[in-house]
């Protein structure tokens, strides 16, 4: 099953949700609700050490979980695995962290970009389309589809041939049993 749209572009381009998530809005962490402000401060620093955080668009309530590098959620993690400053830079501006992750989302690749204030836990972000991870994706949805039609083909050729064996053994086996 292709992970992409065939058009991904236009899909980016036309959709409702994407058309809003593009423009420049209002984010928050949401992680760790639960706890005082200055545990979910630590926490936000924790998980971007960890190359993951959690975020919501304010205005449409579009929850995310941003990953800054290669399996940041998986208990095989190598314990030094540490994201890139490309995906998140605390140099940039001072008191704000500047973040960078790309995904997958209603079959688009996307571009999330945006910062957070390391006090507030608030900030700015939008969704930009991945036109880089696009055509990568595209190129594997080509090659299922590729390898697909020729599963299907296959499959068709050895259906023929074993109708077409079954009508050869039919006469015979009709003369045998008289």
Known sequence: MPRVFPDQKNKFESDDIFKKLSQESDVKYTGYKDKPHEERKQKFLQDLSEGHTVVTFIATGTNLTLLFCQRALSDDR?????????????????????????????????????????????????????????????????????????????????????????????????????
Do not use: Y
């Not at 036109?131 to 299922?144: G, L, P, S, Y």
């Not at 050729?157 to 003369?175: A, G, H």
């Open 78 to 178: 190598p314990p030094d695995t540490r994201p890139s400053r490309e995906n998140v830079d605390f140099e940039r501006e001072m008191g704000k962290v500047h973040m960078t992750s790309h995904f997958i989302m209603n079959g688009v690749c996307i571009k999330w970009v945006g910062w957070i204030d390391m006090d507030t836990l608030i900030g700015k972000a939008r969704l930009l389309f991945d036109d880089e991870n696009a055509k990568v994706e595209d190129e594997v949805m080509r090659q299922v589809m590729k390898e697909t039609q020729e599963r299907v083909r296959l499959f068709e050729d050895n259906q023929r041939k074993w109708q077409e064996q079954q009508q050869v053994d039919s006469p015979q086996m009709t003369t045998s049993s008289q």
